[in-house]
């Protein structure tokens, strides 16, 4: 008896360590804004067996990418304070084994949009998984201060899945919400750096704060805050978007903002956390108010 309850609690272990490298945290934000842009597409509920399918396609093709970013990043993640309880430098799972977890989920995750979607909805989630892969985790994290620039357009590919899911097709409008995604990450993940600063110089990683330095940073999250405020009004410009997302816009825009201001003044990490957590919140928020906008109208 004492041998099946110690071999069920190892493998409950085991699936939790492997559903860990998939860093299902980040994972559902992402799986948030694909259901949001299908939902804006469609005018609407999308039909639900596509709706199911892109959902398990997309969260897939995510997991694929954070596993194979785990594997890759293992020698840095164990001298970071914040990612050393990660599944592979807690000796969780081999790291062959994570690697040939995090491919798998990708072909599987090829295999079930293309088949049960559409092949433009499968390119694109395969291109966020080897832009993630190859341009920011394998080149750009360790060489650039502007690695989570560009590298944050991989998150961004996930509106782009969802639309196509829907439409077959890749419009203006999608472009411009994976533009706001693309222009928010940024401010996001500087202010996380900020937070971090002490296990990026550890670990090597040339973060901004790194580089050039708190007050250089700060300064830098709120020049793209502002950007990403105005960029977040093209979809009302264009009409794709209606006065109840354009009042939302601002006023979510207008907050991230305000406190980005209070940041730079600030200097603490106190305000830096804040930032880090609200830009979660805008960004689900903003999503939320784009399909609630397309339905109401």
Not at 130 to 144: A, D, G, H, S
Not at 238 to 247: D, E, N, W
């Amino acid at each position: 008896m004492q041998h099946v309850t110690t071999a069920s609690a190892t493998r409950r272990v085991s699936l939790s360590a492997y559903i860990n490298l998939m860093k299902p945290h980040v994972t559902v934000l992402l799986l948030g804004t694909t259901l949001a842009a299908m939902a804006v597409a469609a005018k609407g509920w999308p039909p639900l067996g596509i709706t199911l399918a892109t959902m398990l396609g997309g969260a897939l093709a995510a997991g694929s990418a954070n596993s194979i970013n785990c594997y890759w990043d293992r020698d840095i993640d164990v001298v970071m304070t914040r990612t050393r309880r990660r599944t592979l430098p807690a000796g969780l799972v081999p790291e062959t084994n994570a690697l040939a977890f995090g491919v798998s989920l990708g072909v599987i995750s090829f295999l079930i949009l293309g088949i049960f979607v559409n092949l433009l909805a499968a390119a694109l989630a395969v291109s966020a998984i080897l832009f993630y892969v190859l341009i920011y985790t394998m080149w750009l994290k360790r060489t650039t201060p502007q690695n989570i620039v560009i590298g944050g357009a991989a998150g961004a590919v996930p509106v782009l899945v969802g639309w196509a899911a829907v439409t077959n097709s890749v419009s203006m409008t999608a472009v411009l919400m994976f533009a706001i995604i693309f222009l928010w990450t940024p401010p996001h993940f500087w202010a996380l750096s900020l937070v971090l600063k002490k296990d990026y110089e550890r670990a090597g990683v040339p973060m901004l704060p790194v580089v050039r330095g708190d007050r250089e940073t700060q300064k830098q999250i709120v020049l793209y805050t502002v950007i990403l405020l105005l960029g977040s009004l093209a979809l009302y410009v264009i009409g794709a978007m209606g006065t109840v997302y354009l009042v939302s816009a601002l006023l979510l825009g207008g907050g991230l903002l305000g406190l980005t201001i209070w940041l730079a003044k600030e200097r603490t990490l106190k305000a830096a956390r804040t930032v880090f957590w609200f830009s979660n919140y805008y960004l689900a928020l903003i999503f939320a108010m784009m399909v609630i906008d397309r339905v109401l109208r």
